[in-house]
């Protein structure tokens, strides 16, 4: 048995200092790698755990839709750890409830179709991921009308069921936006401007066709002008009033002093200087 001594003993600490300082999570941003495009995206902290970016749409019941919104100039890049992000983007991703993306394949439907024929557009394919969300497969009584036909369930649109969905979730929308608080005082304390607020943000999701019916079913109303803004047409003058007919006057003829009426008559029969430095002919 080898005898500890006092020198060995403290190199074992050591050793198990580094070991245990080597454990401990680093922090910060981990280290960059330059080997692949590297992009900044702003997201809820409850989603990174879970999210996975992919070029093809690899769905299961559990998935959560985004939308992307790309903020940012050109000529513009990020200092990451020790290397430069040529990508200076910000990709902002907010949810999106999968209905606003089925509504304009139902819209179309006049009469009964099953899910795969109405949810199928072969400019874009990655749309039938909706058939296997779970949100979407939850939701979709909320916005058409569906029959059990030959051991098939066949869907309609239905405009009213669709109308009060999105009353629910303009409510929603709008209760949110009063608690945050966040925005300016002038919208917050009218409810008119903050219904327009809140539809404006709501109709980004939906079809011009389905805004205006949406826009009617909630009685949106447009802004008024105000009345400061409006031009007072009793103080605007007509154009012939503003250019007055001034008839012309003859200006008098100053009378001429004796010395120029002398000179006058002094120069007559006499030929022009002029006529010297002309070339005779």
């Known amino acids: ?62 998935t959560i839709i985004f939308k992307v919104v790309t ?44 899910l795969e024929e109405i949810v199928s557009d072969p400019e874009c394919p990655s749309i039938t991921a909706l058939l296997k969300n779970e949100q ?19 869907f309609r649109f239905n405009e009213n069921l669709t109308l009060e969905w999105i009353a629910g979730r303009f409510r929603r929308l709008r209760d949110a936006l009063m608690e945050q608080g966040d925005l300016h005082k002038s919208i917050l304390s009218n409810s008119d401007v903050l219904d327009r607020y809140s539809f404006g943000l709501l109709s980004d999701y939906m079809s011009p066709d389905l805004t205006v019916l949406a826009k009617a079913h909630l009685s949106i109303q447009d802004p008024v002008n105000n ?38 008559q002094a120069s007559k029969g006499t030929k022009s200087i002029s006529n010297f430095f002309t070339k005779k002919t």
């Not at 403290?10 to 330059?34: C, H, L, Q």
């Not at 750890?81 to 200076?88: E, K, L, N, Y």
């Not at 007072?232 to 004796?258: G, L, N």
């Open 1 to 62: 048995m080898v005898r500890q001594t006092r020198a060995s003993a403290k190199s074992d600490s050591d050793s198990s200092d580094e070991s245990v300082i080597a454990d401990i999570p680093r922090k910060g941003p981990p280290p960059s790698d330059a080997s692949y495009e590297r992009k900044f995206v702003i997201v809820k902290g409850v989603y990174v755990e879970c999210m996975t970016l992919r070029r093809s749409p690899i769905v299961n019941s559990l």
């Open 71 to 114: 903020v940012g100039d050109g000529f513009r890049s990020w200092f990451y750890g020790d290397s430069v992000v040529s990508d200076g983007l910000i990709r902002l991703f907010s949810p999106v409830h999968p209905l606003f993306l089925a509504l304009p394949y139902f819209l179309n439907t006049k009469v009964r179709f099953v």
């Open 136 to 154: 979407f497969l939850k939701n979709i009584d909320k916005i058409c009308d569906s029959k059990e036909v030959c051991d098939a369930k066949v």
């Open 227 to 264: 009345e400061n803004e409006r031009v007072d047409m009793s103080m605007k003058r007509k154009a012939d009033e503003s250019f007055e007919y001034i008839a012309p006057t003859q200006v008098k003829k100053p009378k001429e002093s004796i010395i120029t009426k002398k000179l006058q």
